[in-house]
């Protein structure tokens, strides 16, 4: 493991903290810090041990390599060993930027190879029966929240949105006329999504309920049924609050729990069975490369149960 650590960082340049400033959403910024705290841990065998103040400068290729072997001991999935090797390069960089390593010793403690895996996506695809359900369970609610709630699971239906995607639009993002809405996905890019006929009568619903001031599209509703208002307008939602309404909303109709990546999947998998080509449904989803988008892909699977329905199991019979 790393040599102990020398003096204190100071907290402004701290590789940690300037890292996470760096990340644009909330989201990302509390995955990243559980990452890195995670890692704190294995590096210092300190249980209660934050990222904040790690000797992050003084690791070298030895130790980060044995820190990817730790990970691997411990049992972890190579999905999510891969999200934590992604902060710890960046951490590192931090560090560099800083000036507090080297730019070779940047390059080699950083030159750690991905754990290759071929795991499908995690997930499970959601019916239309299930999602109708859903919808039945909001309209049952006469409060602004069941409004509300029917045109965010119709808008995580129809766009595939990421939960942290669909708790960050805005009114601004919203264009009535041509059903779109304006995405900032991860490290700020931004795409158009649209909605479907239904989903934007449920939106137009939603917005007759929630008014035209600015501030976020989708706002907590209190229990006596008044939105949460900040700065004058609609306050925004946090990602796990879109989860809960999923989840709550669920569990009303009596299906199975379902989560928004599940909503997202199954998005991906009905553009390609409709014949959408994959450049297409890439852009849609906002995925940076066409090869995560394919992951998704049923076809293939479908293609290949049809091939052994072809073969027939003989009866039984004696010989």
């Not at 999602?131 to 369970?137: I, M, T």
């Not at 989903?199 to 501030?215: D, I, K, Q, S, T």
């Not at 014949?275 to 992951?295: C, E, F, I, K």
Request: glycine content about 8%; some cysteine.
């Amino acid at each position: 493991m790393p040599p102990a650590p020398g003096p204190a960082v100071e907290p402004a340049r701290d590789p940690y903290r300037v890292y996470l400033d760096s990340l644009s959403s909330a989201e990302s910024r509390r995955t990243m810090r559980g990452c890195l705290d995670r890692l704190a841990v294995l590096i210092s065998g300190d249980e209660t041990a934050s990222g904040a103040g790690q000797p992050w400068h003084l690791l070298r290729y030895e130790h980060t390599v044995r820190i990817r072997a730790l990970m691997t001991e411990r049992g972890w999935s190579p999905s999510y060993i891969n999200k934590h090797l992604v902060a710890l390069r960046r951490v590192l960089r931090e560090a560099w930027r800083l000036g507090q390593m080297t730019a070779e010793e940047y390059q080699r403690a950083a030159d750690l190879p991905t754990v290759e895996h071929t795991r499908l996506p995690a997930g499970q695809h959601v019916p239309a029966e299930v999602v109708g359900a859903a919808l039945a369970a909001c309209e049952r609610d006469d409060s602004p929240a069941g409004v509300r709630d029917a045109a965010l699971l119709a808008t995580l239906y129809s766009t595939g949105c990421r939960r942290a995607e669909i708790a960050a639009l805005t009114l601004a993002d919203y264009d009535p006329g041509s059903r779109s809405l304006r995405v900032r996905g991860k490290r700020d890019k931004e795409r158009m999504v649209y909605l479907t006929a239904e989903a934007a009568g449920r939106m137009e619903r939603w917005l007759a309920v929630r008014g035209r001031p600015a501030g976020a599209l989708f706002c907590p509703v209190n229990r006596f049924g008044r939105l949460r208002v900040r700065n004058g307008g609609p306050a925004p939602m946090t990602g796990q609050a879109v989860a809960d309404i999923l989840t709550r909303r669920l569990a009303e109709a009596g299906a199975m729990p379902r989560t928004p990546h599940d909503f997202r999947r199954t998005f991906i998998g009905e553009l390609l069975d409709a014949g959408v080509d994959l450049a297409t449904a890439q852009a849609l989803v906002g995925h940076s490369s066409p090869a995560t988008t394919a992951r998704y892909d049923r076809r293939p699977e479908r293609r290949r149960r049809e091939a052994v329905d072809r073969i027939t199991l003989p009866p039984p019979r004696p010989l």
